[in-house]
Each structure stands twice: as structure tokens, then as C-alpha cells.
């Protein structure tokens, strides 16, 4: 064979080994992707509201708004027992927060409802299918433990007439995990956190929390302010609004490296509705809130004042509790007189 005759055969063959290389590559990187993409998708649960609570839903008024329930639960089952005194059964909504976006994707709000609220319960289906009775006086974190979190869902629509578009909920682990992989959250306070009842003991100023110090921060109680579940409240949506701020400073949701290791840590412990209960929908979502600031969002405890039968528990306050649904129903800035609860905390 001569020289002339070798050369294009070489070329040839150099081609195909250099394709078979760069298949092999895309082949890798799409198994990858796929099997990524299964990973995450399959650590997330999802639940049906429609179908869990029928017809029984206000409508909704202005359709480019959304109103999310943020739930936060404090199972102990699985990876969560050895979180925070694992000895308690049985799982409440801890936190409970009402967040309402815009139709501008702007200035958000966020309603946290205090769970010693006594409320009335709607009718519901507990996880399996038993229909639970409508009941008085209630305290609004039982509701969870009794019915699950579509009853929540239910309940916060028919005590605020506002439809919620989404929900939800992480638990003790998943909580823990995405603080962790975002490295921490820096908090400050402006006086010490005492530490009483097993909680955190922190002096007054700046603070780098892990995942751990993060949980027993939001879940303190009686080792700062007056010791209340609404003194709580503010720790809560203080931290709160932290976390969202570094996401946004890490830029965590342009950086796949990080996002990855957010999403993975998060979606372990993650139940959704079922509208938002793929990774593609939480994608496509956490995409749509990106213009939302932490930095003016807007942090409101429901007005409630002091049950007179049990001052232990309180009760949804009118008329300013009214007038706060009512803006966030209508999507309006909520008035200065819708804020003022009778029982601060």
C-alpha cells in the first residue's frame, strides 16, 4: 500500500475513534444527567389537594399572584430521631407560614400562623381515607398530626379565604441538610439566647450556624424574648429571611455544583403538592421566584389575642385578622392596622 493510499485510511480511522470518544462522552454525560435527575426526582413526595379536598376551596382572584404554605414538621421518624430530643411521637406543623407572591414577582409576604392558635377544623381525610369530623377549638398544629397536610392546606383556606396555589413541607432532617449545604446561615441577635430548656446558648451579636445550631435557633423558645411560642415566631422569619439571602449571595441557583448538592439535600425530606411534585416543576418555579428580594419581604404574625378560657392559647384576632386576608387575597399591600396583634410575644 503506498504512502498516498495510507494516509486518508489513517485519517479515517483517527475520525471514527475520535466520534466513537466524543459518543462515548455524551452517552456518560446523559447517563449522569438521567440518573441525576431520577435521584432527585424520586426524594421528593407529592400529595393531590384537589383530590384530597375536594370542592371545598375558595377561589382564586387575581391568577398571576401565588400563596405558598410553607410547612415545617417535626417528625422524628427515620432520619429525623436523633434531631432536637428525639424522644417526642407523632409529628406536628412546627412552623406554619403563608407566603403570598405578587403578581409582579416582587415583594413577597410571609403570614406565620401561631400553632397554639385554637381554630375550627374543617371536615377531612386523615392518610387513610377516614373521614375526620369538622371540630371547634382546636389547636391549629394537631390538625397535621391528626389529618396530614392536606387538612392543613384546608384549614388555612377556609380560616383566610385565600386559595393556596402550593405547598411545602420539610421536616427536621431536610431542614438541617439544606443549611448544611449551603455552608450555614449567619443570624445576628440584638440580645443573648440563654440556652434554657436544652435550647441554643448564644451571646448577643453575629453568629455562623450549621445545620444543627440552625434547628435548635428556630425551634427556641424559652431561652429568648418572653419565652412564648410567639416570641418564636420572629426567630423563625428572622432566620428565615436569612437563608433566602444566602441563597441569593451564594448565587445558588446559577452554580449546578452547588444547586445540586441544595436540591439533594433538600428534596430528601420535601413533600409537595402535586403540581410541584417533580424536579422539573420545582425548577421551573424556583426559576419563576428569582426576582423576589429577601431583603423587602415583608414578615407578618396572624393578629391573635389571648384565649379567655385558656390564656395558655390564642385566638385569631378580628378585625385585623380579616383585613390581612383580605389583602393578601387581592393581592394589595396589607394596611398598618391588619398588623397589630393584640398578643405580640
Not at 24 to 40: E, F, P
Amino acid at each position: 500500500m503506498t504512502e498516498k493510499h495510507a494516509r486518508p485510511r489513517r485519517r479515517r480511522r483517527i475520525l471514527r475513534i475520535t466520534l466513537l470518544l466524543v459518543a462515548v462522552l455524551i452517552l456518560g454525560t446523559a447517563g449522569a444527567g438521567w440518573w441525576t435527575y431520577s435521584h432527585l426526582n424520586s426524594n421528593i413526595d407529592s400529595v393531590d389537594l384537589d383530590q384530597a379536598i375536594g370542592d371545598n376551596r375558595p377561589a382564586k382572584v387575581v391568577a398571576n399572584a401565588q400563596n405558598i404554605l410553607v410547612l415545617g414538621s417535626d417528625s422524628r421518624a427515620g432520619a429525623n430521631g436523633d434531631l432536637d430530643h428525639g424522644d417526642v411521637s407523632g409529628a406536628r406543623s412546627d412552623t406554619a407560614m403563608l407566603v403570598h407572591i405578587p403578581e409582579g414577582r416582587a415583594k413577597a409576604t410571609a403570614v406565620s400562623i401561631p400553632r397554639d392558635t385554637l381554630i375550627t377544623r374543617p371536615e377531612c381525610k386523615d392518610g387513610d381515607g377516614k373521614t375526620l369530623p369538622s371540630a371547634k377549638r382546636v389547636m391549629f398544629n394537631s390538625v397535621y398530626s391528626l389529618a396530614g397536610p392536606a387538612c392543613v392546606v384546608n384549614t388555612v383556606e377556609q380560616l383566610s379565604g385565600v386559595r393556596v396555589d402550593h405547598f411545602v413541607e420539610v421536616d427536621f432532617a431536610g431542614f438541617k441538610g439544606l443549611v448544611d449545604a449551603l455552608g450555614g446561615v449567619t443570624v445576628t441577635l440584638d440580645k443573648p439566647m440563654s440556652g434554657a430548656k436544652g435550647g441554643l446558648k448564644l451571646d448577643a451579636g453575629t453568629h455562623r450556624l450549621d445545620g444543627t445550631d440552625s434547628l435548635k435557633f428556630v425551634r427556641t423558645r424559652y431561652g429568648y424574648g418572653d419565652g412564648s411560642d410567639l416570641g418564636r415566631i420572629g426567630l423563625q422569619q428572622q432566620f428565615m429571611l436569612a437563608m433566602l439571602s444566602e441563597i441569593k449571595k451564594q448565587d445558588a441557583l446559577g452554580n449546578p455544583a452547588r444547586l445540586y448538592k441544595l436540591a439533594d439535600a433538600g428534596t430528601k425530606s420535601l413533600t409537595t403538592d402535586s403540581d410541584l411534585g417533580s424536579l422539573t416543576a420545582l425548577a421551573d418555579f424556583a426559576q419563576s421566584m428569582k426576582g423576589v428580594n429577601p431583603e423587602t419581604m415583608e414578615t407578618i404574625m396572624l393578629p391573635v389575642a389571648y384565649d379567655k378560657v385558656d390564656p395558655n392559647r390564642v385566638i385569631v384576632a378580628e378585625p385585623q385578622a380579616t383585613q390581612l386576608w383580605d389583602a393578601i387575597r387581592k393581592d394589595q399591600p396589607v394596611p398598618a392596622s391588619a398588623k397589630n396583634s393584640p398578643a405580640k410575644g
